[in-house]
């Protein structure tokens, strides 16, 4: 083990590299892309995972920062020429590459904030509108296309991903400074899809974690940390047709629901407009002027209980049992 203490964020890192190389066997460097914000310990992390794979591991290490690089095009281009370069030799089985914009990617001519960008410069008076130097809108394509570059040929070397994330994005308003919603912007999707969101050159299966998220606090320390499944847009797709499969069939079982409680009501009403009848039929008028008349009370108890049973549906027997009853009433009297 490496004589020095190391911090939980680099255990956490060095445990993530060493369970990727136990589960891969390839000749090809391990490219492992680290990125955070400004002065969150990338620079740091970087230079004790290369002291602690060459102590422990005899695996020698190169770092590329991309923050010591202009973010112009062409300079651009030479760092990833640079790396091509890097990745043909045999000296170096680990490369990291460091940077505060690692993992950004461009975002798509669809994204919300270009819309509110364009309505924010037409709502400004003409004579107050902005410099291109200093407009917000052409500014943030500028560096929208210097992303492009990266994703087309760095994102696809990259084995492994750390991301130095804040616990609490507030702690970390100094730093960003006036540059703090174009990381949110970004961050938004990183955090939300991960850095293998779509198939890259390596192909993984469908449980590989290679995007490793550590979130510190405004010290630094480490509060908590998760990994991200390889392919998360799609799993994500993958979920909402099921879960949209589950809204059809519980659709299905409702509009079943539906259709039984109208089939329902529809006997229920039948059988009220049959009760009704019973009770307004020739028969039950007449039953009824001669309990009024003769204001027999064992008559009168006999009435309410057919009746009774004649609105709890048995109409049909009851119409023979008060015929016969009048009968023997008229007989009687």
């Known amino acids: 083990m490496a004589s020095c203490q190391l911090l939980p964020q680099t255990k956490a890192s060095l445990q ?33 995972l290369s002291y602690a794979l060459e102590q422990d591991y005899g695996l020698e290490t190169a770092t590329l920062s991309l923050d010591t690089h202009s973010t112009s095009n062409n300079s651009l281009a030479e760092v990833l020429a640079t790396l091509k370069n890097w990745i043909r030799t045999e000296a170096y ?17 669809t994204h919300r ?17 902005q410099s291109p130097n200093n407009d917000p809108f052409l500014a943030l394509q500028k560096f ?5 570059p990266l994703e087309l040929n760095l994102y696809p ?32 999707r990183l955090d939300k899809f991960g850095f293998f969101d779509q198939d890259e050159r390596q192909q993984t299966n469908n449980n590989s974690s290679r995007h490793l998220v ?29 879960l949209s499969k589950v809204g059809n069939v519980k659709h299905q079982v409702v509009s079943t629901t539906t259709t039984a409680k109208r089939t329902t009501a529809s006997t229920a009403a039948n059988r009220d407009h049959r009760r009704r009848t019973w009770l307004l039929s020739p028969l039950m008028q007449q039953q009824r002027k001669y309990i009024i008349a003769t204001l027999n009370p064992r008559v009168l108890i006999s009435f ?15 119409s023979f049992i008060l015929d016969f009853f009048n009968k023997i009433n008229q007989f009687v009297l």
């Not at 703090?180 to 961050?187: D, I, K, P, W």
């Open 144 to 148: 929208n296309q210097t992303l492009i």
């Open 113 to 129: 904030i270009w819309s509110q960008l364009s309505k924010q410069q037409q709502q400004q008076p003409q004579q107050s509108q």
């Open 16 to 48: 993530h590299i060493v369970d990727y190389t136990s589960t891969t066997n390839t000749k090809q460097p391990l490219v492992v892309g680290i990125a955070g914000l400004p002065r969150i310990g990338k620079t740091t992390l970087c230079h004790t």
């Open 214 to 242: 550590l979130f510190l606090d405004k010290d630094r320390r480490l509060i908590r940390q998760q990994k991200v499944i390889d392919g998360l847009r799609s799993q994500q797709l993958q979920q909402q047709q099921q």
């Open 93 to 109: 089985p680990v490369i990291f590459v460091e940077g505060i914009f690692m993992g950004y990617k461009a975002l798509s001519s």
């Open 157 to 188: 070397l990259i084995n492994l991903f750390i991301q130095l994330s804040a616990n609490e994005l507030e702690d970390w308003q100094a730093s960003l400074g006036k540059q703090s919603t174009v990381f949110q912007l970004y961050l938004e």
């Open 304 to 318: 309410a209980m057919m009746s009774l049973l004649g609105l709890l549906g048995y109409s049909r027997r009851l």
